[in-house]
């Protein structure tokens, strides 16, 4: 929901998870919890989320099933709207690995620390910090914390950077020139020996 009058009147809440889209890692009855939010400087908003789309393929006893004791592999997924919450982008998978929630702590039903996911967001970039139980174990819960930056392209950046693109063909240059100089170099020593 989005208010541009300072709380007193809020728009028709919107669905920001697109689960429910066609695709082999999305189930439509799966749970999306405590999101973190936070709005770039150009004002962007930026929310990411605990996720359990992907439980079905991890889990065989989850079945999608909304209740949270059946779920248990989650993942971290981001969104962000540019028009002021009227739309949201494609979902994005934040996390490179899927977590079983009973590994760790901040989603174990057992412990249950559960808070939101960081946040912190500049116009070019968007740093996404959360728990995350892959190194643990059933016998021996263990929880790190990850972070990963989800990079923004504005419409005044390039496709590629000329300038970098031309140094690196330099330095490429420069370092084939030098291997070349001492293979010959090489070569008329074991000639001249």
Request: glycine residues 8%.
């Amino acid at each position: 929901m989005t208010s541009n009058d300072g709380g007193e009147t809020w728009s028709e809440r919107l669905k920001v998870n697109d689960d429910d889209a066609a695709g082999p890692d999305r189930d439509p009855n799966s749970s999306q919890f405590i999101a973190g939010i936070d709005v770039a400087p150009n004002g962007r908003v930026d929310l990411a989320w605990y996720d359990m789309r992907t439980d079905t393929i991890y889990n065989s006893d989850g079945r999608g099933d909304t209740n949270r004791t059946q779920q248990t592999c989650w993942d971290v997924y981001a969104s962000s709207s540019s028009d002021g919450g009227r739309t949201f982008t494609e979902n994005v998978r934040v996390s490179d690995r899927t977590m079983n929630q009973n590994s760790g702590f901040a989603l174990n039903p057992n412990n249950d620390l559960r808070a939101p996911i960081g946040l912190a967001s500049t116009d070019e970039k968007t740093f996404v910090v959360w728990p995350d139980s892959r190194n643990g174990t059933f016998a021996l819960p263990n929880e790190d914390t990850y972070l990963a930056t989800i990079l923004r392209a504005s419409e005044d950046d390039a496709a590629v950077d000329t300038k970098s693109l031309l140094l690196g063909a330099a330095a490429a240059l420069a370092v084939a020139g030098l291997a070349v100089l001492v293979l010959v170099a090489v070569s008329r020593r074991r000639k001249a020996s």
